[in-house]
């Protein structure tokens, strides 16, 4: 069994809390690592290898930390499959869908590549007579990032490329869960030429979170993960005075319009819902199906969803693998087991899916419910796994009403061919990212990534140009050099005549 390790100030570190953690291949419930959980004081000394590195890296020219992502983006590309095979060997996710989300994460490292036009300023020359004025972005410090099991590669790539660029330094706490991917990630980067201490690799667990949202040295955190925990972040990070953006959980709806393209709508559920067995921040859980779209969905989707091929993602005709942990499999097993007792019709069963050869994985086969009411636990609450729930709407508006009511308000899609239900609902739903006929909605790494309602903390989304503000802070500079014309002192407000 392998032990895993932390990554400061340029080298491996092994550690010494004498605490650790895990670390399952989902697919065998074998046990194939061990992680360690870093103290406080192995935190401080990640904070501290950053904050020593700070002055230099923040003063190294923005094409040449360009440069940097440049070659780190390259030597991605070319430890891609290796990287994929180490998601899927500990999230559990098939090959593909692992290798997309790597190619999702690099489209941010080729984002930070841009960062000298990014954080170029504005000029304006004589905003008063021989008065000039510009504004430039400065890094705001040491940064961390806090991230959750489902994309151990993609989402630190969200924080860290932009963060880098700025001219910050970084400190990374990835979930204890999958913590090789990015691993390999701090290997690479040095491998590219970024000097020691810009980025750093702590393990671990509370412990580890709380010593970086109480150093004073840390300026900025980013967090993704559950909302419970999101808006613990955002608070007490905030309350110690740090920049805090902090994304939380989603419960993504699809209102599907009776005039959609039926076989479209659900392909579209297919992938949104099952894709990565649910384990999505934007994975669609709930169908809002509209007068007769209702039947003509379910009799689609029963089929299809009876039919997944689940198995082990290293499989090629695996379509969805296993859950990431025991409890994860159990939590998701308690759902359905709820939905049956709230009394939602239940119209395929994935609880009893057992895997020749794989007896002890954590597999939990597609799972239908219909007829679905707001008031049920299945219907509020994140499964985060494979169970879609068909909630059926006499009409749009009850439907669109439904999505602005939840809690949580990350995505939101509509299958439709009629414009004007289109539009109304792209522009008054109150979710941060919204489909039109595109069930995961997901921006592009030149867009920014965030939901609405309890679904984020904080005023900034992440990466594109809102990952560049929150990574930076504003100067503007206002001069003026001596013409031999002195006006004396003035004690009026200065405003132009
Ligand atoms: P999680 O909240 O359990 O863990 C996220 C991170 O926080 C991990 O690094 C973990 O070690 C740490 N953590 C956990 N409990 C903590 C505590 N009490 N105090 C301090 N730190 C703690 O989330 P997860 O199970 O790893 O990930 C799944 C969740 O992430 C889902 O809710 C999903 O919707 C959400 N998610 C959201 C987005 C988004 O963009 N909004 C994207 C991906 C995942």
Redesign the pocket.
Known sequence: MKTLHHFVNGKKVEGQSGRFGPVYNPATGEQESTVPFASADETRSAIAAAHDALASWGATPPVQRARVMFRFKDLMERHKDEMAALVTAEHGKTLPDAGGSITRGLEVVEFACGIPHLIKGEFSENVGTNVDSWSSRQPIGVCAG??????PAM?PMWMFPIAIACGNTFVL?????DPSAPLLMAALLKEAGLPDGVFNLIN???EA??TLLEDPRVAGIS????????E??YRTGSAAGKRVQA????KNHMVVMPDADMDQATDALMGAAFGSAG???MAVSVAVAVGSAGDALIERLTPRIASLKVGPGIDPDSEMGPLVTKQHFDKVRGYIDAGVKEGADLLVDGRDTRLQGYEGGYFVGGTLFDNVTPDMSIYRE?I?GPVLSVVRAPDFDTAKKLVDAHEYG?GAAIFTRDGDAAREFSSSVQAGMVGINVPIPVPMAFHS???WKR??FGAHA?HGPEGVHFYTKLKTVTARWPTGIRAGAEYTFPSMK
């Open positions: 806090i991230t959750p099991f489902n994309f989402v706490k990835p979930s204890e869960k671990g667990d509370r979170v709380e967090f993704v993960g559950s909302t419970a925990v999101a613990h972040i994304l939380g959980g989603a384990e999505r921040c994140e985060f990350n990534f965030g939901g679904s984020l992440m």
